[in-house]
Every structure is written in structure tokens, then in C-alpha cells.
């Protein structure tokens, strides 16, 4: 699983924030990559500035802690890390902390300045780190990392995730953040799980059923032991 970034009090904030933005949503659906799914964390919901901003204080939290303040970038992937690449440099500047931030085009633009990257242009020797709100599969970070590290000799330090699902990809006994972090060669970390997120709302948010799908998914698709 991800490296932890946020301690217990950092992880109630957060879903403190979730929670008052109805990110979470439970039920019978599917996840982007065709998986069925008992939850749905959706980011896009955070849609004042107040919710981005206790959001991005979290995200801040946590790059400080896991990486510390020696960061050149933060990189958000379209569309969703882009307000969380800005939102986390705004906050990390209110603590005398000075990182750029950039984010990508889903299409390259082919006038005026052109290219696939918007904002503090990458170059030799950057240390970055990479925002991402969830990721089931880790299909959008085997596409950003190259991305990145194909515009400047760029050290991607890290990935920090806002909600870690805890589910493998293509190989059962390593959740998909560890497989991104071993075939990117990148350190991951995520502020929270999802049995994090589902103990902190359990008796709240999440009934007792509901609790029982997310424990009973997570021995379907969560990774085994080898």
C-alpha cells in the first residue's frame, strides 16, 4: 500500500472536507476502468472556494510531510489536479513555502504557445511532485510521469493521492499504487484509505451495510498476500 502522509489528526481533517463537499458517494456503481465499485470518490464536488481551500491545506500538509520543502513543482494531471496543483502551491506560499505548479492539455495546443503544458515549465534538475485526487488502476500516472520526465530531466520525487483504494491493478498482491510506484520508479503516498475514510464516517455517512460492501470489496479486489 502507499506510504501514509497525513497523521490521525490530518486524516480526520480530511474527511472532515470530504464529507461537508459530498465527495463520497455509496452505492452500486462503477469506477472509470469498468470495475463495479460499493463507493465513488469524486473530487469534482469540491466546488467552493472554502472546500479547496481546507482541501488544499491537506495536500500541503501532506507534501510537507512526506517530501519536504526542498520542491521545485507540483504537477496536477487534467482535469482534476489542476485546481489541486494551484489550490496546495497557494496554501504551501502562505507558509513562506515558494513551488510552482504546472498541469497538461488533454490536447496538445497548436497556436500561440503551443505544447501540452500549462504554467512553471519543467526543467533540468526540478524535483516534483505529482497530485492526483484517486486513482483505481494508476492509468493516468503511467501516462503523466513520462510526460514529465520527456520534458526536462526532471526527478519526480513523488505522487501524493488524496484517497488510496487499496486495489490491485494487474497484479493481485500489490495494490495499484505500489505497482505505479515500482514500475515509475517514484515514491507514493496517499493522505488517506478508504477503510480510513470508511471508519470516520461508519454510524455518520456510511451505514453498517454499507461498511460491510466496502470490507467485502475490498476481499474481492484489495491486494492478497503472495
Do not use: N, W
Amino acid at each position: 500500500m502507499a506510504e501514509r502522509a497525513l497523521d490521525d489528526a490530518g486524516v480526520d481533517r480530511l474527511v472532515a472536507v470530504l464529507a461537508d463537499a459530498e465527495v463520497l458517494t455509496f452505492g452500486a456503481l462503477t469506477t472509470k476502468s469498468g470495475r463495479p465499485t460499493p463507493y465513488f470518490v469524486d473530487f469534482g464536488r469540491v466546488r467552493t472556494g472554502p472546500q479547496l481551500a481546507a482541501l488544499a491545506e491537506c495536500y500541503a500538509d501532506g507534501v510537507l510531510r512526506t517530501y519536504g520543502d526542498d520542491v521545485d513543482l507540483l504537477f496536477g494531471p487534467a482535469y482534476k489536479g489542476i485546481p489541486l496543483a494551484v489550490a496546495t502551491s497557494l496554501a504551501l506560499a502562505r507558509r513562506g513555502v515558494d513551488v510552482g505548479f504546472a498541469f497538461d492539455r488533454k490536447e496538445a495546443k497548436d497556436h500561440g504557445e503551443g505544447g501540452t503544458l500549462v504554467g512553471r515549465r519543467p526543467s533540468d534538475g526540478d524535483r516534483v511532485v505529482v497530485l492526483e485526487d484517486v486513482t483505481t488502476a494508476g492509468t493516468s500516472l503511467h501516462h503523466t510521469i513520462p510526460l514529465l520526465r520527456a520534458a526536462a530531466d526532471v526527478d519526480v520525487v513523488g505522487v501524493l493521492v488524496g484517497v488510496d483504494r487499496l486495489e490491485h491493478a494487474d497484479v493481485p498482491t500489490e495494490t495499484a499504487l505500489t505497482s505505479v510506484s515500482r514500475a515509475l520508479d517514484v515514491r507514493v503516498a496517499a493522505l488517506a484509505t478508504i477503510t480510513d475514510v470508511a471508519a470516520r464516517l461508519q454510524g455518520d455517512l456510511l451505514d453498517d451495510a454499507g461498511a460491510a460492501r466496502i470490507r467485502a470489496h475490498l476481499d474481492r479486489y484489495g491486494a492478497r498476500a503472495g
